[in-house]
């Protein structure tokens, strides 16, 4: 700050120094003016990423690119910002003062430090100060995973009269018998893979940087280990979902190593999904997963057992021909699948763009009613939707007579119109969804570790993987924290947990 006493007597003396202020003024002003300019052009970057992400096409970018992108930007847009800081000479104490207090959780520890002048006497009159008054400000802080060593001791016990008799307490269970990891460690372990993407070897570079050397395959071991404990947990979830009266499914690819051959193999992960909370129904949402080495229609099958009710789910044949076999399955089709196939075409085809802005209209309709009773949607759809979905069919059976079979157009129209009565359903059922984004939702972290994992190194690796991500989605669904529900959940599975009792070590246990 320039005080008084800076100024200098002499008047030419002074004059140089106010043109020397004025031209360090307007460089700073035109520095400014520079970084704010660079700020707004970031800022409408992000602007433009976010309306692509919630805008009517959003379905342009893969929402994990578009969180890369958004990265980037509000890096570039943060260095902006200290540069502008910079080039207008903002000191600390010059920058408006921003309160946290309370915006970070209670449950942190506070480390508290205070920062005191060191001379605490009037510097007018001599005499000594008194405090007034404080300012508190709360920063987030962290410590680097910290390793501890847990020592267990275990006293040996005889008698002086009895040299034969020896006493001590059994040693307490572990899920890695005779191995260095409490379930703790092992819980870690399995959130970092299957829920934060970091393959093992990723994790073993992170814990050598602490001192810890531990190699890949003994992470691989403690994963098996815990997944043959969690396997009675996910089998448990689904057996629930197949008692449901509507469910979702869906599946995605899993590469999986193929020995012998040097190549991969195209295993998949079927999701089964409930989540009734759209029409205010009061069951658990609840997903599991299950690997299979391949596509069959009979997979699914056998992975629903002998459920009965509606089955939401997309356009491949093997539900089509599991409904036909099983009379107790009624299909419900996705109406994003059909907007996809159009979304397509729409930049050539006014036909494409007319069936979207028809989809468009019943989406709207939905965001309406969503949270309301079923009977509630069910009649709201009665009174605005038939009318939209029976004059697109009667659009689309025009437009097919017209447009060649051969024709990605056609193709996509006599994909809606083959699958009408699913698409329909959720007319008459307010229970049903207009589409299957439900389970969507719950495939996208097994993409995202497809992703970060490449592929299963086998068949057996892949159920693994639907066993853990299983219970890590649920842990997700009834908001709670994976990690100290599996570290609890292993402890109690270590120390014998009755195999016919392993409901009551669900997740939504913790929070019913």
Same mark, same amino acid.
């Given at each position: 700050?320039?005080m008084?006493?800076d100024?200098p007597?002499?008047v030419?003396?002074?004059?140089a120094?106010a043109?020397? !202020?004025?031209?360090k003024?307007?460089?700073?002003?035109?520095a400014k003016?520079e970084?704010?300019?660079?700020i707004?052009?970031?800022?409408?970057?992000?602007?433009?990423?976010?309306?692509h992400?919630?805008?009517?096409?959003?379905?342009?970018?893969?929402?994990?690119?578009?969180?890369?992108?958004?990265?980037?930007?509000?890096?570039?847009l943060g260095q902006?910002?200290?540069?502008?800081?910079?080039?207008?000479?903002?000191s600390?104490?010059?920058?408006?003062r921003?309160?946290?207090?309370?915006s970070?959780?209670?449950?942190?520890?506070?480390?508290e430090?205070?920062?005191?002048?060191?001379d605490k006497?009037c510097?007018?009159?001599g005499?000594?100060?008194?405090q007034?008054?404080e300012d508190?400000?709360?920063?987030l802080?962290v410590v680097p995973?910290?390793?501890?060593v847990l020592?267990?001791?275990r006293?040996?016990?005889?008698?002086?009269?009895?040299e034969?008799?020896?006493?001590?307490a059994p040693?307490p269970?572990?899920?890695v018998?005779?191995?260095?990891?409490?379930?703790a460690?092992i819980?870690?372990?399995l959130v970092?893979?299957y829920a934060?993407?970091?393959?093992l070897?990723?994790?073993?570079?992170?814990?050598?940087?602490?001192?810890i050397q531990?190699?890949?395959?003994?992470?691989?071991?403690w994963?098996?280990?815990a997944? &043959?404990?969690?396997r009675p947990?996910?089998?448990?979830?689904?057996?629930?979902l197949?008692?449901s009266e509507?469910?979702?499914?869906?599946?995605?690819t899993?590469?999986?190593?193929?020995p012998?051959?040097?190549?991969t193999?195209?295993g998949?992960l079927?999701a089964?999904?409930?989540?009734d909370?759209p029409?205010?129904?009061?069951?658990l949402?609840?997903?599991a997963?299950?690997?299979?080495?391949?596509?069959?229609? #009979?997979?699914?099958e056998a992975h629903l057992?002998?459920?009965?009710?509606?089955?939401?789910?997309?356009?491949y044949?093997?539900?089509?021909?599991?409904?036909?076999?099983?009379q107790?399955?009624?299909l419900?089709?996705?109406w994003?699948h059909?907007?996809r196939?159009?979304?397509?075409?729409a930049?050539n085809?006014?036909v494409?763009?007319?069936?979207?802005?028809?989809?468009a209209?019943?989406?709207?309709?939905?965001?309406?009613?969503?949270?309301?009773?079923?009977?509630?949607?069910?009649?709201?759809r009665?009174?605005?939707?038939?009318?939209i979905?029976d004059?697109?069919?009667?659009?689309?059976?025009?437009?097919?007579? !017209?447009?060649?079979?051969?024709a990605k157009?056609?193709?996509?129209?006599?994909y809606a119109?083959?699958? &009408?009565?699913?698409?329909s359903?959720?007319l008459?059922?307010?229970r049903?969804?207009?589409?299957s984004?439900?389970?969507?939702?719950?495939?996208?972290?097994l993409?995202?570790n497809?992703k970060?994992?490449?592929?299963?190194?086998?068949?057996?690796?892949?159920?693994n &993987?639907?066993?853990?991500?299983?219970?890590? #989605?649920?842990c997700?669904?009834?908001?709670?924290?994976p990690?100290?529900?599996l570290?609890q959940?292993?402890e109690?599975?270590?120390?014998g947990?009755?195999?016919n009792?392993v409901?009551?070590?669900?997740?939504?246990i913790?929070?019913?």
């Amino acid at each position: 700050m320039l005080m008084e006493a800076d100024l200098p007597e002499d008047v030419e003396a002074l004059r140089a120094f106010a043109l020397e !202020q004025s031209r360090k003024l307007a460089e700073v002003t035109a520095a400014k003016g520079e970084a704010d300019a660079e700020i707004e052009r970031l800022q409408s970057i992000v602007d433009a990423f976010m309306r692509h992400r919630f805008g009517a096409r959003s379905e342009q970018l893969d929402p994990d690119q578009l969180q890369l992108g958004l990265e980037d930007v509000e890096t570039a847009l943060g260095q902006a910002r200290a540069a502008r800081d910079a080039a207008i000479g903002q000191s600390r104490s010059d920058r408006p003062r921003k309160v946290n207090r309370g915006s970070l959780p209670a449950h942190l520890e506070r480390i508290e430090q205070v920062v005191d002048i060191e001379d605490k006497t009037c510097p007018c009159c001599g005499g000594a100060l008194h405090q007034i008054g404080e300012d508190v400000a709360e920063r987030l802080d962290v410590v680097p995973i910290t390793f501890r060593v847990l020592v267990t001791r275990r006293p040996r016990y005889g008698c002086r009269a009895c040299e034969g008799a020896v006493v001590q307490a059994p040693a307490p269970a572990r899920i890695v018998e005779g191995g260095i990891p409490t379930e703790a460690l092992i819980a870690q372990v399995l959130v970092a893979k299957y829920a934060d993407h970091l393959p093992l070897y990723r994790q073993a570079q992170i814990y050598a940087r602490q001192g810890i050397q531990l190699d890949r395959s003994t992470l691989a071991d403690w994963v098996g280990r815990a997944a &043959w404990y969690l396997r009675p947990l996910r089998d448990h979830i689904l057996e629930r979902l197949r008692r449901s009266e509507r469910l979702f499914a869906d599946e995605t690819t899993a590469p999986v190593l193929d020995p012998g051959h040097g190549r991969t193999k195209t295993g998949q992960l079927w999701a089964y999904a409930r989540d009734d909370r759209p029409w205010g129904g009061d069951t658990l949402p609840m997903v599991a997963y299950v690997y299979a080495a391949d596509r069959k229609g #009979e997979r699914a099958e056998a992975h629903l057992g002998n459920f009965a009710g509606i089955l939401q789910v997309d356009g491949y044949g093997g539900y089509t021909a599991l409904a036909k076999r099983r009379q107790q399955i009624v299909l419900a089709f996705c109406w994003a699948h059909v907007r996809r196939k159009f979304y397509e075409l729409a930049d050539n085809s006014p036909v494409a763009v007319e069936v979207l802005q028809r989809i468009a209209a019943l989406y709207k309709i939905e965001d309406e009613v969503r949270g309301a009773s079923a009977e509630q949607r069910q009649q709201i759809r009665h009174q605005r939707s038939r009318v939209i979905v029976d004059d697109l069919r009667t659009f689309l059976e025009t437009k097919n007579r !017209q447009v060649s079979a051969k024709a990605k157009l056609g193709k996509a129209i006599r994909y809606a119109l083959t699958r &009408w009565d699913g698409l329909s359903r959720f007319l008459d059922d307010g229970r049903v969804d207009l589409d299957s984004n439900t389970v969507e939702r719950s495939i996208r972290p097994l993409a995202l570790n497809r992703k970060n994992a490449l592929f299963a190194g086998s068949d057996e690796g892949g159920d693994n &993987w639907a066993v853990i991500a299983t219970l890590i #989605e649920n842990c997700k669904l009834s908001g709670i924290n994976p990690n100290t529900w599996l570290t609890q959940t292993l402890e109690k599975l270590a120390n014998g947990h009755p195999a016919n009792s392993v409901g009551e070590l669900m997740p939504w246990i913790a929070v019913a």
